[in-house]
T-cell receptor, first 115, second 114 residues
Framework: DAGVIQSPRHEVTEMGQEVTLRCKPISGHNSLFWYRQTMMRGLELLIYFNNNVPIDDSGMPEDRFSAKMPNASFSTLKIQPSEPRDSAVYFC?????????????FGPGTRLLVL | AQSVTQLDSQVPVFEEAPVELRCNYSSSVSVYLFWYVQYPNQGLQLLLKYLSGSTLVKGINGFEAEFNKSQTSFHLRKPSVHISDTAEYFCAVSETGTASKLTFGTGTRLQVTL
């Protein structure tokens, strides 16, 4: 299996622009997670989906962030408008089943820089 | 809510020496515990996890961890490290019987030198 695929791997944009991050989970996995990693705050869960349905979005920073999962093989995380403080590495992860004992498989991340 | 503390932000060690990376957690309910490793410019990869049963858990790359409920700890150990073990190590916890929600520690940077 190819693992979790994220695109783009690097994104540089200017403040105010819209940014869309993409994720393809491992085939057959039913849960998908979006994380943000920064030096200051470490690794934070933003939102997760189970069977394409958002279950917990309490980690989404504010209304500028939105996430969708239109089907089992694709998810997006959108930031509109972007701000310099959004600069971080964004990871997507997936797991076979829902459940707190499940192993999460991480993608390589998208490194976002907002100027 | 649960929390994870990794007291050591960096651990320097010589190759072939033993190492212990410390992890303590806090939760009002039973938990599952995980160690993930992150190599430079990569995503996180599971090293090992404790769900139930034996408190000594063996993982990949020669790592092991021991769950200590009374001390609320889950320290990671390796008897002899290699240069290739240089990476960031994250301890994480999730509450049993709940949905999939991991809480990560701040990470420990293991730096192995010759």
């Amino acid at each position: 299996d190819a693992g979790v695929i994220q695109s783009p791997r690097h994104e540089v944009t200017e403040m105010g622009q819209e940014v869309t991050l993409r994720c393809k989970p491992i085939s057959g996995h039913n849960s998908l997670f979006w994380y943000r990693q920064t030096m200051m705050r470490g690794l934070e869960l933003l939102i997760y989906f189970n069977n394409n349905v958002p279950i917990d979005d309490s980690g989404m920073p504010e209304d500028r962030f939105s996430a969708k999962m239109p089907n089992a093989s694709f998810s997006t995380l959108k930031i509109q408008p972007s701000e310099p403080r959004d600069s971080a590495v964004y990871f997507c992860a997936s797991s076979l089943l829902a459940g707190s004992q499940e192993t999460q498989y991480f993608g390589p991340g998208t490194r976002l820089l907002v100027l | 809510a649960q929390s994870v503390t990794q007291l050591d932000s960096q651990v320097p060690v010589f190759e072939e020496a033993p190492v212990e990376l410390r992890c303590n957690y806090s939760s009002s309910v039973s938990v599952y515990l995980f160690w993930y490793v992150q190599y430079p410019n990569q995503g996180l990869q599971l090293l090992l996890k404790y769900l139930s049963g034996s408190t000594l858990v063996k993982g990949i790359n020669g790592f092991e961890a021991e769950f200590n409920k009374s001390q609320t700890s889950f320290h990671l150990r390796k008897p002899s490290v290699h240069i290739s073990d240089t990476a960031e190590y994250f301890c994480a916890v999730s509450e049993t019987g709940t949905a999939s929600k991991l809480t990560f520690g701040t990470g420990t940077r293991l730096q192995v030198t010759l």
